[in-house]
């Protein structure tokens, strides 16, 4: 088990990619908070998932409802984590959004909407994840789930790709100044994942096709492919890894289209 008894909070752990980590951190014996945005019946989801990791995996957890892009939310998102169990080792910016339009079409509220969640999110969750980290001492983990579209462009998705690669920068910035302190920050840069935001192309043949011929390993990635280098990066095995990108992506980012 690489995580024993570690503490990690992770955003948007109640869908997608971010319960693929929460499962798979869960299973190498942390205990995870699962943030979820407080809608509909995500509150009852994110319970009946945290109650799944004490019978399957015998490890609490909390469930830790908020917006990340509000920072009362974010504050008190951590507070009942550390109330529960006293520290906060490893956190997971893995909350997204992102929609597709024309840039010349895009208005204000959808792009402040986008950076407002992925950038301003992760901003929150980092600062309050590395005050805490710096004082409780031992180091820490802060992982970025970013995308493929911190580097490459995405037509159409230009708030989201904004985002990503603020993200980056962010990410490389962190990595010097909490490096005295032990805390390791690194972005994993999904590709096409099998997840809800990918839906309405997983749902459509040929968009799928299309998709697919992107992406030289021949297939969407699965949720567990990204969560597999996240318990890497929030064990102590990545010791010495810091201010890097690990892309997972099936080689989706070597794919040049010439013609
Ligand atoms: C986006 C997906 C997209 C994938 C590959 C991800 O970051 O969320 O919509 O399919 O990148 O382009």
Redesign the pocket.
């Known amino acids: 088990m690489k995580l024993k008894d570690k503490v990690a909070l992770i955003s948007g752990a109640n869908s997608g990619i971010g319960r693929a980590i929460a499962t798979r951190f869960a299973q190498e014996g942390a205990h995870v908070a699962v943030n979820y945005l407080p809608v509909g019946q995500n509150a009852q989801t994110a319970q009946a998932e945290v109650d799944d990791f004490e019978k399957t995996y015998g490890e609490t957890g909390i469930a830790v409802g908020g917006d990340v892009s509000k920072r009362a939310d974010v504050e008190a998102m951590f507070a009942a984590t550390v109330e529960k169990f006293g520290r906060i080792d490893i956190v997971v910016n893995n909350a997204?959004i992102?929609f597709k339009k024309p840039f010349v079409d895009v208005t204000d509220d959808e792009w402040n909407k986008v950076i407002a969640v992925n950038l301003f999110g992760s901003f929150l969750l980092s600062q309050l994840g590395a005050r805490q980290m710096i004082a409780q001492g031992g180091g820490g983990k802060i992982i970025n789930i970013?995308?493929?579209?911190e580097d490459?462009p995405?037509p159409g998705?230009t708030a989201?790709c904004a985002s990503?690669g603020a993200m980056r920068m962010m990410m490389r910035n962190l990595a010097m100044e909490l490096a005295p302190n032990k805390i390791n920050v690194n972005n994993i840069?999904?590709?096409?994942?099998a997840?809800p935001?990918?839906q309405s192309?997983l749902d459509d043949p040929k968009a799928l096709k299309d998709?697919v011929t992107?992406i030289p390993w021949g297939r969407?990635g699965k949720p567990e492919e990204v969560a597999a280098v996240a318990a890497f990066l929030a064990s102590d095995e990545s010791e010495y890894v810091t201010g890097s990108t690990y892309y997972v992506?099936g080689g989706?980012t070597q794919q040049v289209t010439l013609y």
């Open positions: 997204g992102e970013s995308s493929v579209h490459i995405f998705y989201y990503k840069a999904p590709g096409a994942i997840t935001i990918n192309v998709a992107e969407f992506d989706l």
